[in-house]
């Protein structure tokens, strides 16, 4: 049973440039894609970001594209999001996923919570203005 195991959250300030860190239990190449969610209080979970298997190909909520990047370590079993330029609405728990499904183009397909075969347990990010 694969583990995914989210770090990095917490109380940060607008501005601030936090990263959350994710560590899998199995070797991350054999996931692909791995990503993240999360989800908001009242709200339903949503996509944040994700990345191929090489982390070449790169996806983005419209929400964060230009603010957060993210980044596998294939080497380490570690995916990254890197949370730049943070705003009180991206206050949320922020799930780590990855995907054992296998295409050639994922376009229509990275952003489905269904997607994903294993989850965090999250690690909530709290964002104060």
């Known amino acids: 049973q694969v583990q995914l195991v989210e770090s990095g959250g917490g109380l940060v300030q607008a501005g601030d440039t936090p990263r959350l860190s994710c560590t899998s239990s199995?070797?991350?190449?054999?996931?692909?894609?791995m990503g993240w969610f999360r989800q908001a209080p009242g709200k339903e979970r949503e996509f944040v970001a994700a990345t191929t298997y090489n982390g070449r190909t790169r996806y983005y909520a419209d929400s964060v594209e230009g603010r957060f990047a993210i980044s596998r370590d294939n080497t380490e079993n570690k995916v990254y999001l890197q949370m730049n330029s943070l705003k009180p609405e991206d206050t949320a728990v922020y799930y780590c996923v990855a995907s054992t499904t296998w295409r050639p183009d994922y376009s229509d397909y990275i952003k489905n919570l269904d997607e994903y075969n294993y989850w965090g347990q999250g690690t909530q990010v709290t964002v104060s203005s």
């Open positions: 199995t070797h991350t190449f054999t996931m692909n894609p």
